[in-house]
């Protein structure tokens, strides 16, 4: 085995398809969001760029309520959490921050873990392994983070189509009553911006007594009245069995968890690997989020600024005749439909435009359908959408992409 040979051919591959992941290096600027600096990796000087693919949707990251808390909380109980909960016992924080995630979902207990995809991993595959005899059935576009927790817990899986509930229920009748069965859906998708009908999906589980696990990551925080997520929204929370949420992405900080019934929360914390062998999240953080879930539970501008932004950007790539497309939830794609026109367009706005979103490729999403993804957010103003409408129907005509969606 010639290892070196193997690891060039293997990028080199990735390269000739036009797939290779190169990641922006980028100075967030505090007050200035959503513009960064933009280090460019050839050492020219650092300039300033605008980022239109960041989740930190509401700019959450950069609220002064979560910095205060982040900064008083070093001041006062300094830098990491001292290891896991395990060995070293709970900090305050993470207490209060579980109390705080159980309200916002309306259960009764929650558990936080380090990020949302361990949160997925330990929890399916606790309960994928523990529960006898489980199937899981997955939507066929869940996050790898679930992927990889189903896949690790062993279980049966089954796999439905995506969001087609008629092909859920073949499923479910299939495997009958009696057999335990997890259904494990998100609700927001975050690269197709769809949206699950989840009602539906819970009258099966009723009906076919399956357990419901609902990864509300892109929508906790940017739906709702009070940022509970889509299950908020339809008024369905506390029919789903496990609500599971990052603190990452609207929320802006760093984190995951899950919301549910006590016993279902202490089975996690008492058999989740994920959960009991890594050490547990500084303090800083945990008081980071706090802030920032309480101010959304009572604070609905970012919300409503958010959604208005954007109807309008979609509303304005339509008028100018871009590929926008459609999406009920605060996701913008635009199809390009080739990897290296999508990596190409990614560049030039980037280079040309000061531009910044990331190109979305295989195995993101399927082949084919290769798309920018644009996240706007409420500091993303008129003059930010109509720079960004100019650069991109130069590039689109530059390259020759297609308009047609
Ligand atoms: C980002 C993401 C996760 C992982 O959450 P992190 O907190 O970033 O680890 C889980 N599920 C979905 C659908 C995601 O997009």
Redesign the pocket.
């Known amino acids: 085995m010639n290892y070196n040979t193997f690891f060039k051919d293997a990028l080199a591959g990735l390269k000739a398809e036009g797939r290779y992941r190169v990641f922006a290096n980028l100075e967030r600027i505090v007050g200035k969001f959503p513009k960064a600096l933009y280090h460019p990796d050839n050492g020219e000087a650092p300039r300033e760029i605008t980022v239109w693919c960041s ?1 930190d949707y509401l700019g959450m990251g950069q609220h002064p309520k979560v910095l205060d808390a982040m900064q008083s909380a070093i001041t006062g109980q300094g830098g990491g959490a001292g290891g896991t909960r395990n060995i070293s016992g709970s900090n305050h924080l993470h207490v209060a921050l579980e109390h705080e995630l159980a309200d916002l979902h309306g259960k009764e207990a929650a558990l936080l873990m380090t ?6 991993w330990t929890t399916l595959s606790t309960l994928g392994s523990k529960l006898p005899d489980c199937v899981i059935i997955s939507d066929s576009q869940n ?1 790898n ?2 992927i990889e927790g189903m896949r690790h817990s062993k279980a049966e899986r089954r796999i439905w189509n995506h969001n087609d509930v008629d092909h859920l229920e073949a499923i479910l009748k299939d495997l009958g009553p009696q057999r335990a069965k997890i259904v494990a859906f ?1 609700s927001v ?2 690269m197709d911006g769809d949206i699950a009908p989840i009602g539906q999906i819970l009258d099966l589980c009723e009906k076919y007594n399956a357990f419901s696990y609902l ?1 509300e ?2 929508a906790v925080g940017m739906y709702g009245p009070r940022g509970g997520g889509v299950a908020e929204r339809d008024g369905v929370m506390d029919r789903v069995d496990i609500i599971q949420g ?4 609207a929320f802006g900080v ?3 968890y899950i919301a549910a019934k006590p016993e279902i929360v202490d089975f996690v914390r008492s058999f989740g690997n994920g959960f009991i062998f890594t050490s547990s999240q500084p303090p800083s953080i945990a008081a980071g989020a706090l802030a920032s879930v309480r101010h959304l539970k009572e604070s609905d501008v970012e919300r409503a600024a958010q959604k208005e932004r954007a109807d309008t950007l979609r509303a304005r790539m339509r008028e100018a005749d871009l590929p926008v497309m459609d999406a009920p939830s605060h996701i913008v794609p635009l199809m390009v439909g080739d990897p290296a026109m999508c990596k190409e367009a990614s560049d030039r706005l980037l280079f040309e435009h000061d531009i910044y979103v990331q190109p979305i490729n295989y195995p993101t999403v399927p082949r084919g359908t290769e798309r920018l993804r644009f996240t706007p957010g409420p500091l993303h103003n008129d003059e930010l959408i109509d720079h960004l409408i100019d650069s991109l129907l130069t590039v689109w005509s530059k390259l020759g992409i297609s308009k047609v969606a």
């Open positions: 989740n990020s949302g995809y361990v949160a997925n996050h983070s679930m998100e998708y975050s990864d990551v892109h990052t603190l990452a992405k760093i984190g995951g």
